[in-house]
């Protein structure tokens, strides 16, 4: 500690990315939301906000709340990062806009179509492996599917495709402390972000896929060159792991509320309903930071000009404030304005194929699954930004 609190603003001892606490983190949200608008962790000089509405004002007010000195513990303004910036993630108008506009058309509803068919091919092909038999849920379904699917449409070589997960797992932990948890994520960084670097580049892409796509507007003059391979990265970093991870949280989900899994079976209209529940229940984005431009007043407690805020997206979407029975999962609840793929200007631009994906997935499933059954204890893989499983032993019961 080197700061000291606001004036009036609740402290916290909390560490929020103790192995315990990224383990259990409901009972700490609950108590964070109850503090007030704001608290203060004393470990880091962060401000913390947990509540919907405050969580969405800071995602909403971009001005007053920037990405562009970086959306982890690190602020770009006083420390090197890890890796040179992302221009679309950590950056802020203007430069967020003409980037932003880039990854829209290249993941815009149009494009991702262009898979529908080969992603429910490939889910109907997985689950017809896969049925009546003892599976790894997390392996065999969570990290197989999207590594199936996404890899293909961004275009990348068969080769080093293994890097993927480990370069997403040294990004979502990068946005934390400098703790156990990122000095194992990045043990072997140097080959991995090597790799991962070698495949922004153009000629690494195939023709006509999503990545090799991004250079079009390369070509349009609307970024340059590295602009385009800066953003390609976004992608590699930013559409596995998330994946991974809501594909293992909908497992759990359903493994875990078997009469849920009878009401999409009654009547699969409910499947996008259904995901968006997944991922309010569950939030696999955990945490996400912003930092202030100038003095700003949260209720009684004035913030000043370059405070690092934590915003707690799982706890906002458990709010009993904006939620009736918060920790129910009901896949036909009301469940439009869940923060788990963000909001405001930087909400989740490949949202559209995240969704396809996992949606081809559960067709898929509730197509020949009578029950999705757990058959041994999951277990949660801890990382400071994702929070989800490492492993879920499941039975496909067809
Ligand atoms: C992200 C929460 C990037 C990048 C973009 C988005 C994420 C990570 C990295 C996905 C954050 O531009 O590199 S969910």
Redesign the pocket.
């Known amino acids: 500690m080197s700061q000291s609190a606001p004036d009036g603003c609740p402290v916290s001892n909390l560490d929020p990315f103790d192995e315990a606490v990224l383990r259990d983190p409901y009972v700490h949200h609950a108590e964070l939301r109850d503090a007030g608008s704001v608290v203060w962790f004393d470990k880091y000089d962060l401000i913390g906000m947990a509540r919907h509405g405050d969580v969405r004002e800071a995602l909403s007010n971009w001005e007053t709340y920037c990405s562009g000195r970086g959306?982890g513990l690190t602020d770009f303004a006083k420390e090197e990062p890890w890796r040179p910036p992302?221009?679309?993630?950590?950056a802020d108008p203007p430069l967020h806009t003409r980037t932003r506009g880039v990854l829209s058309r290249a993941l815009s509803a149009a494009e991702i179509d262009r898979f529908s068919d080969t992603f429910r091919q490939k889910a109907d092909a997985l689950v017809s492996e896969l049925l009546n038999r003892d599976v790894e849920g997390i392996a065999d379904i969570a990290e197989a599917y999207p590594l199936s699917v996404f890899p293909d449409a961004v275009g990348l070589v068969s080769s080093g495709r293994e890097n993927l997960l480990p370069y997403?797992s040294m990004?979502?932990n990068a946005?934390g402390p400098r703790n156990a948890l990122f000095e194992e994520a990045f043990a072997n960084a140097q080959p991995v972000a090597e790799w991962i670097g070698a495949q922004c580049q153009r000629e690494a892409l195939a023709e006509g896929c999503i990545g090799r796509n991004v250079f079009l507007s390369a070509d349009d003059g609307e970024v340059s060159e590295d602009e385009a391979a800066?953003?390609v990265?976004?992608?590699?970093?930013?559409?596995l792991?998330?994946t991974v991870h809501g594909t293992g949280a909908m497992l759990l989900a359903f493994a875990s509320h078997p009469d849920q899994w009878q009401v999409l079976k009654e009547d699969p209209r409910v499947i996008r309903n259904a995901f968006n529940e997944v991922l309010r229940f569950y939030s696999?984005?955990q945490t996400?930071m912003r930092t202030t431009t100038r003095e700003v007043n949260v209720g009684e407690v004035i913030l000043p000009e370059g405070q690092k805020v934590v915003l707690f997206l799982a706890a906002a979407n458990r709010d009993p404030r904006a939620w009736d029975n918060p920790d129910d999962f009901d896949v036909r609840r009301r469940n439009v304005g869940h923060v788990a793929?963000?909001h405001g200007i930087?909400v989740?631009v490949?949202q559209t194929l995240a969704r396809m994906e996992i949606q081809a997935l559960i067709a898929a499933l509730v197509d020949r699954v009578e029950q999705i059954e757990l058959v041994g204890h999951p277990q949660w893989r801890l990382n400071n930004?994702?929070r989800g499983l490492s492993q879920i032993p499941i039975r496909l019961r067809g």
């Open positions: 959306v992302s221009i679309i993630l950590e997403g990004a979502f946005f800066l953003l990265r976004s992608l590699l970093t930013a559409g792991d998330t696999p984005v996400f793929f963000g930087h989740c490949g930004t994702l």
